[in-house]
């Protein structure tokens, strides 16, 4: 399979807790996003990577959340002293660099905070 | 006023009949249009892109897109059960990095 993978598929956690999720993209695609989606609503975007460099982030992504792209090829997403508003569908999703690439989405971590 | 705007539906249609699904967007220089369906529970899955006015076919859908009005539409022909879904409208705005602006979403029921 050579589409988007993420894991775990669910996370149940108390809150406080730190959890990280994974990603890993299409090989060939070297932009990676993060966005969150909860009932009702459409994603919003948190942050994304060219290559292994964060070159954006959304306001949404306060401090106890952080993103990383090592070797450029899979990225984490770590929500540090989970709160119970942080109960989301995060979804992964990667691109290839050039304008107007669409995006490819995982299949998402759903969190739920307890 | 939100950047991409689509109602919430839902849109009830009887199978066979054509959905009519719109979407209008704030950001005037906004160059790429995108609809994903998403099943309950499931991530969104690209549909269709669309790029220029006019409109763009694709099996049994078709993007329309009309810039200086700012928005745009997917029409779903000869509607199944199985187009039951919630459709995102997702538009790239004056941005480098191709992030999408996602509308809240249209959920679309196809009655038997």
């Known amino acids: 399979d050579t589409g988007v993978s993420q894991d775990p598929r669910h996370k149940i956690t108390k809150r406080g807790q730190n959890v990280t999720f994974r990603c890993d993209p299409i090989s060939e695609h070297n932009r990676l996003y993060w966005y969150r989606q909860t009932l009702g609503q459409g994603p919003e975007f948190l942050t994304y990577?060219?290559?292994?460099?964060?070159?954006?982030k959304s306001r949404l992504l306060s401090d106890r959340f952080s993103a990383e792209r090592p070797k450029g090829s899979f990225s984490t997403l770590e929500i540090q002293r989970t709160e119970q508003g942080d109960s989301a569908m995060y979804l992964c999703?990667?691109?290839?660099?050039?304008?107007?690439?669409?995006?490819?989405f995982g299949n998402g971590t759903r969190l739920t905070v307890t | 006023q939100k950047e991409v705007e689509q109602n919430s539906g839902p849109l009830s249609v009887p199978e066979g009949a054509i959905a009519s699904l719109n979407c209008t967007y704030s950001?005037?220089?906004?160059?790429?249009f995108f609809w994903y369906r998403q099943y309950s529970g499931k991530s969104p899955e690209l549909i269709m892109s669309i790029y220029s006015n006019g409109d763009k076919e694709d099996g049994r859908f078709t993007a329309q897109l009309n810039k200086a009005s700012q928005y745009v539409s997917l029409l779903i022909r000869d509607s199944q059960p199985s187009d039951s879904a919630t459709y995102l409208c997702?538009?790239?705005?004056?941005?480098?990095?191709?992030?999408?602006?996602f509308g809240g979403g249209t959920r679309l029921m196809v009655k038997p």
């Open positions: 990577f060219q290559n292994e460099a964060q070159l954006e």
């Open positions: 999703a990667s691109s290839f660099w050039t304008a107007s690439s669409p995006l490819h």
């Open positions: 997702a538009v790239i705005g004056n941005n480098a990095g191709n992030m999408l602006t």
């Open positions: 950001d005037r220089v906004s160059q790429s």
